[in-house]
């Protein structure tokens, strides 16, 4: 399986700071069709979890754009431009290239 | 309004059976794989089956395989999880999803004596 790896585990940050989030996988990402299925998932406490990218950098509908994907092959960041309040939960990265999907062990990201 | 409700989740002995169903409606079902998502009480997510859409096309994590079946009515805008030879391990809120883009508030099942 592709493990997905996730740093920091933990991410403190000041209200209207940036933050960032690194994904790493195991193997390529990049699919036999030419696309890179990575996605990027916010859980807020409580609530299931909610697609912010898909495809390494597409922002599904109604996502603010504060939040932007990048990356290839393995290694992939979410970045949050300036953090608000309500951006706090975890976030996993996802990928779906590869049978089975498999996820990072998640970033909690707080409030400072 | 897009809706996908599951329902079914509950309490189960080890060794017994469950079976989730999905309602999604307000969106297009029968176009999109679907799957079934779990996460285990204060963990992270697992992706356990999915689905494609014509239904001829089915995967499961190596951890279900054999126990658990994935199912689909097109025409009733439905999923379903047949769950047996459950585990403690299998405890955990079950979400449907299709595609990856549109997740219910999932079902809690949890296996227990």
């Known amino acids: 399986d592709v493990v997905m790896t996730q740093s920091p585990l933990s991410l403190p940050v000041t209200l209207g700071q940036p933050a960032s989030i690194s994904c790493r996988s195991s193997?390529?990402?990049?699919?036999?069709?030419?696309?890179?299925?990575l996605s990027w998932f916010q859980q807020r406490p409580g609530q299931s979890p909610r697609r912010l990218i898909y495809?390494?950098?597409d922002r599904d509908s109604g996502v603010p754009d504060r939040f932007s994907g990048s990356g290839s092959g393995t290694d992939f960041t979410l970045k949050i431009s300036g953090v608000e309040a309500e951006d706090v939960g975890v976030y996993y990265c996802m990928q779906g290239t590869h049978w089975p999907h498999t996820f990072g062990q998640g970033t909690k990201l707080e409030i400072k | 309004e897009v809706q996908v409700v599951e329902s079914g989740g509950g309490l189960v002995q080890p060794g017994g059976s469950l079976r989730l169903s999905c309602a999604a409606s307000g969106l297009t079902f029968n176009s999109y794989w679907m799957n079934w998502v779990r996460q285990a009480p204060g963990k992270g997510l697992e992706w356990v089956a999915k689905i494609k859409p014509d239904g001829n096309e089915k995967y499961y994590v190596d951890s279900v395989k054999g126990r658990f079946t994935i199912s689909r009515d097109n025409a009733k805008n439905s999923l379903h999880l047949q769950m047996n030879s459950l585990r403690a391990e299998d405890t955990a809120i079950y979400y449907c999803?299709?595609?990856?883009?549109?997740w219910g508030q999932g079902t809690l099942v949890t296996v227990s004596s």
């Open positions: 495809r390494v950098s």
């Open positions: 999803v299709r595609s990856a883009d549109y």
């Open positions: 193997q390529s990402l990049v699919h036999s069709d030419g696309n890179t299925y």
